[in-house]
């Protein structure tokens, strides 16, 4: 699975962007996806995960409710939908993928093999 992120930019507080996870090697199918962020000074911590076949999902507390994961496996991508953003969202976002059982959405990054190149959102207030 080789992953590439995009969708980043610079938005104002309240607007969205989505973000894009495609899998140029579209085995895209065979793997949980999960996005994570690291703001500056910060830990990477976990965002949202979707299933493989995009039946089970899982969000941070901090995003839950704004966020949406969702997944298209025929076309080998992971979405990720960023509604009602905060400064505090301010971060390079990653996507990453682990081959994982049908159901499950780990939420740790050591759980994760295969990681994308980051995109950075930037929220101004």
């Known amino acids: 699975v080789q992953l590439q992120a995009s969708g980043g930019g610079l938005v104002q507080a309240g607007g969205s962007l989505r973000l894009s996870c495609a899998d140029t090697?579209?085995?895209?199918?065979?793997?949980?996806v999960g996005w994570f962020r690291q703001a500056p000074g910060k830990e990477r911590e976990f965002v949202a995960a979707?299933?493989?076949?995009?039946?089970?999902?899982n969000y941070a507390d901090s995003v839950k409710g704004r966020f949406t994961i969702e997944r298209d496996n025929a076309k080998a991508t992971v979405f990720l939908q960023m509604n009602s953003l905060r400064s505090e969202d301010t971060a390079v976002y990653y996507c990453?993928?682990?081959?994982?059982?049908?159901?499950?959405?780990?939420?740790?990054?050591?759980?994760?093999?295969?990681w994308g190149q980051g995109t950075l959102v930037t929220v101004s207030s």
């Open positions: 990453a993928a682990v081959s994982a059982g049908i159901w499950l959405v780990p939420r740790t990054k050591e759980e994760y093999n295969f």
């Open positions: 979707v299933s493989r076949g995009g039946g089970n999902t």
């Open positions: 090697g579209r085995t895209l199918i065979r793997y949980t």
